[in-house]
Each structure stands twice: as C-alpha cells, then as structure tokens.
C-alpha cells in the first residue's frame, strides 16, 4: 500500500494509522468521529422528576442528573451521525461540568471501532432546563384526575425494610404496566404508600391484589369532595389496605389469648398460644375479622436476666423492677429459646406462674 502522508500534522502511514487521508488523531480532533447537536433543550416536571420526550412524559430516575443523564444518552444516540468512513459511534460517559438553574454544560465521550482502531472524542453540549410541572401532578395539585386512594400501610408493625422494598419495587413494575390508571406514587416515609388511582374498578382490583399476596385487609371508605353539576354529590374513594406484617417471636392478642407468632402457612398464620402450649394454624380471614393487636402487658412481657442455676432451679430476675424481683423455674418449664443458658445473660420473656417462656436472647 502506498505510503500516505497526513495533511495536517505530516506524520506518514508508516508511524501512524490513518483513517482515510488523515492520521487518526488529525481525523478525530479535525473531523470527528460524529455530530450530535450542541445545544439540547430538557423538559422535566419539578414535582416527580419525570422528563418529556417525543410528546410524552416518562418516570424519572431518582435524581435528575441519573435523569439527565439517560435522557441524554438516549436522546444523542438517536440524533448522532458517524463522519465517514467511521460507522459505529456510542456514547460511552458523560459528565456534567457546570450547571445552574436553567442550563447545564456536559461533556458528552463518544466511543468507536474503525477496523483495529479504538477512537474516542469529547464534545460539549449545553442543555436548557425547562422546569415545569407535568399534566399527572397538575392533576393532584388541583385535585383533579383522579378518583381513588390507596392506602398501603403494615399491621400491628411498621411495614419492615426489607418488606418496603419489595412493595416499592412491585408498584414501580404496576405503574409501567397501568397505562396511566395511577396518577401518582407518594411514600409516607417509610411507612406504606399512597397510590393515586383514575379509576374505583381499577383501585379495587389492585387494592384485592396486595391484600390477597400479603394476606392484608381492605377497608372502603368514601369522602365528599363536591358537586356534580346535576346537583348529585361527587366523592372520592380511600381503600385503606393494611398488609400483615406479623415478625417471626412477635407476642399478640387473639380472642383474649397471648399468642406467639412462629411462621406463615398456605392458610394462615403458625402460632402458639403462651397459656396452654397449644400450636395451632389461625384462619388469616378470621385474625382479621376478629381482630388482634400486639401484646404490650408489661405484668407478662418483659426482659429478664438468668442470674443463678442450681441444679435443676433456674433463678431469673427482671429488668422492669431493677432486677429486684426474683423467679424461679424448673428447667422442664422452661420453654422458647433454651438452648446454652448462661448466667447474666438477658432475654425477651413470656412469665407466668407455671413456666417461663425464653422468646428471643437480647
């Protein structure tokens, strides 16, 4: 192959790559390896951080530079054309550089292949910040749009970390799928959720869903918030869903009963009652009908310490009184959590007269 000699820098074929007449550096710093526009305008709703595109209004990330961020890359890919003979281009990084509150400047690196060569430019973009507020949160700011509420809260406990998680990431799943049927999310901090629902037929089918996969219960309430313009009264609907949120040595109160929470069944809920030793499964239907709370007796609940072993006498004392009350038991009576007794050691315990019952070490 002939030797070629680079126009701009001089460099001959023999020291460096070309790509086409230029060596590849003079190539990629004079002519590029693509186009992509300067200047980018970024519409996002200030209230939810969704973003606009193409006419529509898309979830955003959880912070707007993860939302810029994609937007960009999507956006730049799609609007960018490789300089020939370079035909693969992709936007590796970008990085934002100075920013405030109606524009950014980014630094967009694209990446490509040219036959055994890996070439890389950077190339600055200035973005328009159009802070707005998207149809949805107009909607909920007005009270408009939407008809339903669903209230997604644990009980008797605060729904647990790892349970929040799971629900967050199954609403985020029925948001992408609803087509527009929930107007909004709103975390109660770390609490439960408020879904925000066009339609009562929707609402309910969804609100049946959680409470039959987190064996929950539905209450339906109705508030006035109006009137229609033939004079009938306009309401609203609250469906309070509250999920079962029973932790594993949680001491409640069914029918009168102490009940110890052992597991989850197909049917019910594993227990066993502190009174007569008795396991049993209980109908989540009837628990809910019923109704239960946690048991907060402080005259059978509490934290107690193993302060002497005797043979076959184990001697307890509790923290409620200063560890000036003295119990003792059996070893045959004591019950729960048994396994390496050691003196000066604390427990979370069910007392009774006949027998103590060890539910968990502190």
Do not use: M
């Given at each position: 192959m002939p030797e070629k000699i680079c126009?701009?820098?001089?460099?001959?074929?023999?020291?460096?790559?070309?790509?086409?007449?230029?060596?590849?550096?003079?190539?990629?710093?004079?002519?590029?390896?693509?186009?992509?526009?300067?200047?980018?305008?970024?519409?996002?709703c200030?209230?939810?951080?969704?973003?606009?595109?193409?006419?529509?209004?898309?979830?955003?990330l959880d912070t707007l530079e993860e939302t810029l961020d994609s937007y960009l890359k999507i956006y730049i890919t799609e609007k960018l054309k490789p300089i020939e003979p370079i035909k693969d281009?992709?936007?590796?990084?970008?990085?934002?550089?100075?920013?405030?509150?109606?524009h950014i400047k980014a630094k967009i690196i694209l990446e490509a292949s040219y036959k055994n060569l890996n070439l890389s430019e950077e190339k600055l973009v200035d973005i328009k910040l159009n802070n707005t507020i998207c149809p949805t949160c107009s909607s909920i700011?007005?009270?408009?749009?939407?008809?339903?509420?669903?209230?997604?809260?644990?009980?008797?406990?605060?729904?647990?970390?790892?349970?929040?998680?799971?629900?967050?990431?199954?609403?985020?799943?029925?948001?992408?799928?609803?087509?527009?049927?929930?107007?909004?999310?709103?975390?109660?901090?770390?609490?439960?959720?408020?879904?925000?629902?066009?339609?009562?037929?929707?609402?309910?089918?969804?609100?049946?869903?959680?409470?039959?996969?987190?064996?929950?219960?539905?209450?339906?309430?109705?508030?006035?918030?109006?009137?229609?313009?033939?004079g009938s009264r306009k309401s609203r609907m609250y469906i309070s869903v509250r999920l079962l949120n029973l932790k594993?040595?949680?001491?409640?109160?069914?029918?009168?009963?102490?009940?110890?929470?052992i597991a989850k069944g197909l049917d019910g809920i594993l227990v066993e009652n502190l009174n007569s030793r008795e396991k049993k499964i209980i109908d989540t239907e009837n628990l809910w009908n019923k109704g239960f709370r946690l048991y907060d007796e402080e005259t059978n609940l509490r934290i107690v310490k193993l302060i002497e072993k005797n043979n076959d006498i184990y001697v307890f004392s509790d923290k409620e009184s200063n560890y000036n009350n003295i119990y003792r038991y059996k070893e045959s009576n004591i019950e729960g959590f048994t396994n390496d007794l050691q003196n000066g050691q604390e427990y979370r315990a069910y007392l009774s007269k006949s027998f103590i019952y060890l539910i968990n070490k502190l």
């Open positions: 126009p701009v820098c001089g460099r001959s074929s023999n020291e460096v790559e070309f790509i086409d007449k230029f060596c590849k550096d003079c190539f990629v710093k004079h002519k590029g390896l693509a186009t992509i526009p300067d200047k980018i305008e970024f519409t996002f200030n209230i939810c951080g969704s973003y606009k595109y193409l006419g529509q209004w898309t979830s955003g281009v992709y936007v590796k990084k970008i990085e934002f550089i100075e920013k405030n509150q109606s700011k007005t009270s408009r749009g939407y008809n339903a509420i669903i209230q997604i809260r644990g009980y008797p406990n605060k729904i647990s970390e790892s349970l929040y998680s799971e629900i967050k990431k199954q609403i985020n799943k029925i948001v992408t799928l609803s087509r527009g049927e929930i107007i909004k999310v709103e975390e109660i901090k770390k609490d439960g959720f408020d879904l925000y629902i066009k339609d009562n037929k929707y609402a309910k089918a969804l609100a049946t869903k959680f409470k039959e996969e987190y064996i929950g219960k539905t209450i339906e309430t109705y508030k006035l918030i109006g009137v229609n313009k033939d594993p040595k949680d001491v409640f109160v069914y029918e009168g009963q102490p009940y110890i929470y």
